[in-house]
T-cell receptor
Framework: EADIYQTPRYLVIGTGKKITLECSQTMGHDKMYWYQQDPGMELHLIHYSYGVNSTEKGDLSSESTVSRIRTEHFPLTLESARPSHTSQYLC??????????FGQGTRLTVV | GQQLNQSPQSMFIQEGEDVSMNCTSSSIFNTWLWYKQDPGEGPVLLIALYKAGELTSNGRLTAQFGITRKDSFLNISASIPSDVGIYFCAGSSPYSGAGSYQLTFGKGTKLSVIP
């Protein structure tokens, strides 16, 4: 079973607030990812990291930012949340060229 | 970028029936993965395939890595209500000299099982 954790599971927040979505993995994986997914729809890669101090933007443009100060931790931050940011955010990690393991996701609602 | 064409987009089947879904691409992949996602949860890895022609089973699930390395299929035998969910294929592109790795996802097949 994969050991990757996301908090919070659900978040309802007002427009303009700053939020940080947490993601931690205990598998020692170098690669970590953030995907954005609307309910029942496809996954869109918004950020990824090859390791500590490495962050890259994904295929889908996002106003969020990420950091990778520790191998196990890959938080995602929205400086000023808007209703258009309402979505599910999925974190994943993997070894090189291997299967990705996903967290349970954070369902974000911006009102 | 690379794209995966996953079909069908959705399926309604009777309990006990077999299910088949597939992914195709114009690009070569060196790994194929199949995931299942339940509502409100993250995708869970079902089967991983690493060699062209490889056929792998996991209980009632069987998946194959196409010989051309451009396609993969997933079969579910004797479907049960808990098979309901969205199934995603994903392909890993060949390792590049820049050290990058990319996992490309299909758009998903939504499976509904009628009891």
């Amino acid at each position: 079973e994969a050991d990757i954790y996301q908090t919070p599971r659900y978040l309802v927040i007002g427009t303009g607030k700053k939020i940080t979505l947490e993601c931690s993995q205990t598998m020692g994986h170098d690669k970590m990812y953030w995907y954005q997914q609307d309910p029942g729809m496809e996954l869109h890669l918004i950020h990824y990291s090859y390791g500590v101090n490495s962050t890259e933007k994904g295929d889908l443009s996002s106003e969020s930012t990420v950091s990778r100060i520790r191998t196990e931790h890959f938080p995602l931050t929205l400086e000023s949340a808007r209703p258009s940011h309402t979505s599910q955010y999925l974190c994943a990690s993997s070894e090189h060229n291997s299967e990705a393991f996903f967290g349970q996701g954070t369902r974000l609602t911006v009102v | 970028g690379q794209q995966l064409n996953q079909s069908p987009q959705s399926m309604f089947i009777q309990e006990g029936e077999d299910v088949s879904m597939n992914c195709t691409s114009s690009s070569i992949f060196n790994t194929w993965l199949w995931y299942k996602q339940d509502p409100g949860e993250g995708p869970v890895l079902l089967i991983a395939l690493y060699k062209a022609g490889e056929l792998t089973s996991n209980g009632r699930l069987t998946a194959q890595f196409g010989i051309t390395r451009k396609d993969s299929f997933l079969n579910i035998s004797a479907s049960i209500p808990s098979d309901v969910g969205i199934y995603f294929c994903a392909g890993s592109s060949p390792y590049s000299g820049a050290g990058s790795y990319q996992l490309t996802f299909g758009k998903g097949t939504k499976l509904s099982v009628i009891p």
